[in-house]
């Protein structure tokens, strides 16, 4: 007797609409995100929307949640969103079958970046009702991540000012040889040209011209700026550049800077977080364009405060961000604090390679509080609480390199990161809270 299987017809079609809640198991990410966007306050988003011309748009509500849920998944190209809305069922069911065009995505992405990076407090305080956050003890790092533009598109002001003789001189050149071919220009040039357009390679030394003009301009705009705040008002000429100032000519914004994790120079940013070390919930975040970290812990501190409504008790950072000021203000704080006084050698208890460290000082004070704790240290928490939020973002989540260019724009694309890892946290405390 033939063995029987399930019927198999591909080509069926549906006699009753689908249920979207079959298309995936209860309990399942999709619907938690969608769930959560529920509750968010998205009025600034949809105060966006007054004219009341031309077609309906999609919903805030489900771009929302499309694109918290992609960051969530690790996919963050607009097309590849477009395409998952087609192809897998968790998008499917969170867009409820809606296919918006990759286009509609990137637009409503730029055009409300601002708005989707405001809901990271809202998520934040989701987190905190959930008994996530506790700020019993904090962790404060920074991480480079690349900007989406090439170092080799940077130029230093010195290299500028060689370059833009030359490339004038070169511009002008071709300019008097391309005017005496009036005479071959049906031959050179084919019929129904006029034979006076500008040649390609003309064309692309011109924009090169105009881009070395424009970034050199800039450079001394931020040179004038520098010496007005520091009392040095520009009335004996324009101030000096430093010949070795770097603008990149992609995303001006971006600034060349050393990964510590490569030990490569890369054009970039630097993404900041404060993690709670009972969760690895982020409950602060920043992104600069400074390359150090030392003068970002104050503002770290004070955006702990803000978002959470209260300070930590505790805060961990390493040596990047030790200065007796900094060290000054996490006391005013009162937050007991756990900061690297120097770089440890490989196998030492922290703080015992701090040398040349005046008596007295705070950084002093901190060293013998590490070294006093040794290997049990409160110290010990922050590289199983900041770091390992960073390789979750950057390594299973993929996110290494910005897809939008500007500060404005990468930082609201950074806040969308770390709103779907708060998400993912929340997501997994929820299953834990239900299988206990």
């Known amino acids: 007797m033939p063995k029987t299987f399930r019927p198999y017809q591909p080509d069926q079609r549906l006699l009753l609409p689908q249920d979207l809640h079959e298309m995936l198991p209860a309990g399942d990410l999709a619907y938690f ?12 988003i949809l105060k966006e929307y007054a004219e009341e011309r031309g077609q309906p748009p999609f919903h805030p509500a489900m771009m929302t949640t499309l694109l918290l849920y992609a960051y969530a998944r690790g996919v963050r190209s607009s097309r590849k969103i ?36 405001g809901l990271f407090t809202q998520v934040l305080r989701i987190c905190q009702r959930a008994g996530l956050v506790r700020l019993g003890h904090i962790a404060i790092d920074g991480t ?59 064309r ?33 000429g324009a101030p000096a550049v430093d010949p070795k100032a770097q603008r990149n000519f992609t995303d001006p914004d971006a600034k060349i800077m050393k990964d510590s994790g490569s030990g490569a120079f890369v054009a970039g940013y630097n993404a900041q977080l404060a993690v709670d070390a009972g969760s690895q919930v982020i409950v602060a975040t920043e992104l600069t364009t400074r390359a150090t970290d030392v003068q970002e812990l104050p503002p770290m501190l004070a955006q702990v405060r803000r978002n959470a409504g209260r300070q930590a008790r505790e805060c961990s950072a390493d040596a990047g961000y030790c ?44 060293a013998a509080r590490l070294r006093r704790g040794g290997w049990r240290s409160r110290y010990r928490l922050r ?5 390992p939020v960073i390789g979750q973002i950057k390594g299973a989540r993929g996110f290494r390199r910005f897809l939008l260019r500007g500060a404005e724009k990468a930082s609201g694309e950074w806040s969308l990161a770390c709103i779907a890892h708060n998400l993912l946290k929340l997501f997994g405390g929820q299953r834990t809270a239900l299988a206990s």
Do not use: W
């Open 144 to 202: 480079k991540i690349k900007a989406n533009a090439s170092r080799h598109k940077a130029m230093s002001y010195r290299r500028m000012a060689e370059v833009e003789p030359a490339l004038r001189a070169e511009v002008e050149r071709i300019l008097k040889e391309h005017g005496a071919t009036d005479l071959a220009e049906d031959k050179a040039h084919g019929k129904g040209r006029r034979g006076d357009e500008l040649p390609a390679h003309l």
């Open 204 to 236: 692309s030394k011109q924009r090169r011209l105009a881009k070395i003009q424009e970034a050199k301009a800039a450079l001394e705009a931020e040179a004038r700026e520098r010496a007005e705040k520091e009392g040095h008002p520009g009335g004996g």
């Open 82 to 117: 477009a395409q998952a809305c087609e192809r897998d069922i968790g998008f499917m069911v969170v867009a409820a079958l809606a296919r918006p065009d990759f286009r509609t995505i990137a637009k409503f992405r730029a055009g409300h970046l601002k708005a989707l990076a």
């Open 383 to 387: 590289k199983c609480t900041a770091e």
């Open 33 to 44: 995100v969608r769930e959560t966007v529920e509750a968010l306050d998205l009025s600034a």
């Open 323 to 366: 200065s007796e000021a900094n060290l000054a203000d996490l006391a005013r704080r009162r937050i007991r604090a756990y900061v690297a006084v120097g770089k440890d050698r490989h196998g030492s208890a922290p703080g015992q390679s701090a040398r040349a460290i005046p008596a007295g000082s705070r950084r002093a004070a901190m």
